[in-house]
């Protein structure tokens, strides 16, 4: 217990740093913004100039990702490092002055991230003993995961959880166990009282 204790507030901890650094680059985004409408009167004053746009583009297009860098530091997904990182390809691509190689190469690099958007993502991690999962994970998903049958009273497994813990007039703690026709479940990390990550484990310690 004191292990998953220690691990999740230094985990929360480093949550809200996270949190943090996130809100000062909003405020710097902010001030840039501001840099940039003013530079909208050079823009006007600069009509025929593309050099002068395609500045005005780049710094419009490190604005957006700043922004999703943002989202993606707080939503802490898989997915939203993968969109970050096809925004910052599509800026190179863009902004950029590249020969035919480098933009064949942009173009190839953003085809292997959808590739592997579409059929290498995973919402999981699992050893032999055991498999990380989010609360947030249908239970008709996590059935085909685990290939065992599962109660369908709740529909996320944070939620089947729930239901175990008040059928056994059990309170939620993280790192306790949970057993329901030979399969067993760990809570591994909740926040402010709400399940986030849980663990399918083959022998409970």
């Known amino acids: 217990m004191l292990k998953y204790r220690l691990r999740n507030h230094l ?3 480093s949550g809200y740093m996270e949190l943090l650094l996130s ?3 909003l405020v710097s985004i902010v001030i840039a913004t501001i840099g940039l409408v003013v530079k909208l009167y050079g823009l006007a004053q600069n009509m025929g100039d593309g050099d002068y746009f395609q500045r005005f583009l780049g710094s419009t297009m490190a604005l957006i990702i700043a922004l999703e860098l943002i989202k993606m530091i707080v939503r802490d997904t898989v997915g939203s490092t993968i969109e970050v990182l096809l925004i910052a ?6 902004v950029s002055e590249q020969d035919t190689l480098g933009f064949l190469i942009g173009i190839i690099a953003i085809g292997f991230l959808f590739l592997i958007r579409k059929y290498l993502f995973v919402s999981e991690f699992s050893t032999d ?3 990380v999962v989010s609360a947030a994970l249908p239970v008709a998903e996590a059935e085909k995961l685990i290939k065992k049958p599962l109660p369908h009273q709740a529909q996320t497994l944070g939620g089947m959880v729930v239901q175990l813990a008040g059928a056994e007039g059990r309170h939620l703690r993280e790192g306790d166990v949970y057993v329901w026709n ?3 479940i760990r809570i591994n990390r909740m926040e402010d ?4 990550v849980l663990e399918f484990i083959n022998d409970p310690k």
């Open 11 to 13: 985990l929360r901890w």
């Open 89 to 94: 390809l599509a800026r190179k691509l863009i």
């Open 193 to 196: 009282g709400i399940i986030q």
């Open 129 to 131: 003993d055991r498999m």
């Open 23 to 25: 809100f000062l680059l």
């Open 182 to 184: 030979g399969v067993k």
